[in-house]
């Protein structure tokens, strides 16, 4: 007997109930015409992932419950479905004075309006930019329901990286494991999750079907990827990466020794870090605009490298329609800067303008004369710069609603090499969790691709080549302040993403000077990153969620 079972990979809206259960009701819908009679959907599809202290008010928790019944009853004609939505259950308020109702992130299994089957999350992470100990209570019993002669065991993403809650399933009867899932990207994380499930389809020697999320929320990307093990660890479906999509899995039942037999559609290709990477930041964008309503977006282009990559990751996000770069030169400004930018923006078509800051910066400096007499000119002058055009972008943002898209990366963000109320000025930090390395290495896979049909060489070649300057004053370079950036982005990834100590990367050959100037200025410039704006985590360890340090702290390792 062969059974048809499909993967509703989806792009949810946290908080839209009424729309997540359309989607979801025009997919089962779809699936059923197509031969389905399983469908499995991501983790927490009804309410979006993750919906954090929303799930707390026990308003949103009833809308949560409406829109399950919803989906029950306007799939209740279709004979022999069996949806598998996930969705918290329970409510309650988080008080002293109150008594707390559990909650549970569930999946549930709806036939002809009801439901006949309900599993509860056993294993609840709580590290990185998980928090659902603060919001689940951990559930313990094992769920097997059976379609067409298979007996299926639910688990939810967590669930299925640890050995006990697979093995329950199997003790319980399952013959396949099917697994759903809100697992944020970072660069290999693909790779890392089926090697995983291969390590629990060898332990308990079932098949598995892995039901991924896909899309932007906030600062974090599900990559969707979903894919089917058979018995043997073997991939046999892999949907594509960052995109929506339905996913058919082929069951077929064979009593005896042969047990299930699974097959897929397709099985789509892996691809490099740069390209997975570039659809991140891209479907990132799209995502948080679009979700938020923001109509298009603004940035100021420099000349150099950073503002150039973010210009043709927005440019492939929402078209070229939608964008305003805008060059704003100073008495420092090379005169190359202003011809690849102009270069740049004819070879994309964006809105593009040019506002000079010279007389700004000359009224700056003259309000403040009397305050700064006698004082030699620092980098009080070259944030003044920054800060002018921090204002500027800000102002257009207002008056257009566009949101200002900040170009600094995570070597900045690390260093602080970057200006308060100036370059951090904005709504959207697109490549804060991109190294510099890594900067230059996408800008040269865009140049040689051309993913969303923009054009292939969008950054002129000198941006790419030349010497990084935040030319806020004569003759500057990125290095006369820092170490070069291949030395400074390992120490970054190393001791802020891997924890590793000083004394195990002086051990490793780094320069002692080198290590303590970077995690000295790690340290000293937490209390920027706390006001700079959320954007797009691309890491395992990202400064945000994941990067959780005291400002005001006095250890020193």
Known sequence: MTLQLCIAQLNFVVGDMPGNARKLIEAARTAYDQGARVLITPE???????????????????ACDDALKTVARELAGLKGLHVVVGHPEGGGIQSRSVSVTKRYNRASVLCEG???????????????????????????????????????GLLICEDAWFEAPAQNARDAGAQLLLVLNASPFHVGKGLEREVQMGQRVQECELPLVYAHLVGGQDEVIFEGRSFALNAKAEVVARAPAFQECL???????????????????????????QEDLWHALVLGIRDYLGKNGFPGAILGLSGGIDSALVLALAVDALGADKIHAVMMPSPYTADI?????????????????????????????????????????????????????????????????????????????????????????????????VVKTQVFKLAEWRNLNDPYGTGRNPIPERIITRPPSAELRADQKDQDSLPPY????????????????????????????????????????????????????????????????????????
């Open 486 to 557: 291949e030395v400074l982005d390992a120490i970054v990834q190393r001791y802020m993403e891997n924890d590793e100590g000083i004394q195990a990367l002086v051990a490793d050959g780094f320069d002692r000077s080198d290590v303590e100037k970077v995690t000295r200025l790690i340290k000293l410039n937490e209390y920027k990153r706390r006001q700079s704006p959320v954007g797009i985590r691309v890491t395992h360890r990202s400064f945000g969620k994941d990067w959780r340090y005291p400002i005001t702290n006095r250890f020193r390792a």
């Open 114 to 152: 009801q439901v006949i089957a309900s599993y509860a999350k056993q294993e609840l992470p709580n590290y990185q930019v998980f928090d659902e100990r603060r919001y689940f209570t951990q559930g313990h019993e094992p769920c097997v329901f059976e379609v067409n002669g298979v007996k299926m």
């Open 44 to 62: 927490l599809a009804i309410c979006g992932y993750a919906a954090e202290d929303l799930l707390l008010r026990p308003a949103f928790m009833d």
């Open 247 to 273: 996913q058919t899995i082929h069951i077929q039942n064979h009593p005896g020794s042969e047990g299930l037999q699974i097959s897929g559609t397709e099985v789509s290709a892996s691809s490099s870090w």
């Open 337 to 433: 800067s202003w011809i690849d930018s102009r270069e740049m923006v004819q070879r994309l078509g964006v809105r593009y303008d040019e506002i000079s800051i010279a007389p700004l910066f000359e009224a700056f400096k003259l309000a403040l004369s009397d305050q700064f007499k006698g004082l030699a000119e620092d980098t009080t002058e070259e944030n003044i710069q920054a800060r002018v055009r921090g204002t500027l972008l800000m102002a257009m943002s207002n008056k257009t609603g566009a949101i200002v898209l900040t170009t600094g990366n995570k070597s900045e963000m690390a260093t602080g090499y970057c200006t308060l109320y100036g370059d951090m000025a904005g709504g959207f930090a697109v490549i804060k969790d």
